[in-house]
């Protein structure tokens, strides 16, 4: 059965970092590109960015709200997928999901909350 | 980027109705589009993919249309289950992109 569990999310400051884990199970990871995704409380469903896998240099695409703040990284040996987060602003408060890409999303984990508040 | 324009953001109906959603594409995405539903505090799942390929354990009621910026999502009879938000999803280009989610009552 695949599983994608998240994990790491809280409650941060403005200005401050986060790093959210994505624990995957039940399938041959390294395989796969993995994304991931967030949505705003009340909003819409906004793709952040994603990994690519080893035979393509592990590269990563990200949305450009969030270029140059969120870096995406994966570890096969781990068969997790990460999601750095630096200078947290109010509007990157919501859930975090991460997602298996096969073209479309074929299994999502239950997400991780992130609340950036003072 | 590609925009998605989703409609109606909400709508009610009774079981056993026919609802169709629309999703339009800002730009051809051919057919690199899906549906997801999500009930509240849950993930998304996938109901249909490539704009009209059922995902498997998906009741067949649901049925996806369309090519290149003209979608639809069709329920063809409404059940109590199928109280939802539904989101389409372009995965043609970067960035990939929803629409806004339709909302989706029972009478």
């Known amino acids: 059965e695949v599983q994608l569990v998240e994990s790491g999310g809280g409650l941060v400051q403005p200005g401050g970092s986060l790093r959210l884990s994505c624990a995957a199970s039940?399938?041959?990871?390294?395989?796969?590109?993995m994304d991931w995704v967030r949505q705003a409380p009340g909003k819409g469903l906004e793709w952040v960015g994603r990994v690519r896998k080893e035979t393509n240099s592990y590269s990563t695409v990200y949305a450009a709200s969030v270029k140059g703040r969120f870096t995406i990284s994966r570890d096969d040996s781990e068969n997790s997928i990460y999601l750095q987060i630096n200078s947290l602003k109010s509007e990157d408060t919501g859930i975090y999901y991460c997602?298996?890409?096969?073209?479309?999303?074929?299994?999502w984990g239950q997400g991780t909350l992130v609340t950036v508040s003072s | 980027d590609i925009q998605m324009t989703q409609s109606p953001s909400t709508l009610s109906a009774s079981v056993g109705d026919r609802v169709t959603i629309t999703c339009r594409a800002s730009q051809s995405i051919s057919t690199w589009l899906a549906w997801y539903q999500q009930k509240p505090g849950k993930a998304p799942n996938v109901l249909i993919y490539?704009?009209?390929t059922l995902e498997s354990g998906v009741p067949s009621r649901f049925s996806g249309s369309g090519s290149g910026t003209e979608f639809t999502l069709t329920i063809s009879s409404l059940q109590p289950d199928d109280s939802a938000t539904y989101h389409c999803?372009?995965?043609?280009?970067?960035?990939?992109?929803f629409g806004g989610g339709t909302k989706v009552e029972i009478k």
């Open positions: 039940g399938f041959t990871f390294s395989d796969y590109y």
């Open positions: 490539k704009a009209s």
């Open positions: 999803q372009q995965y043609n280009s970067y960035p990939l992109t």
């Open positions: 997602a298996r890409v096969n073209g479309n999303y074929d299994y």
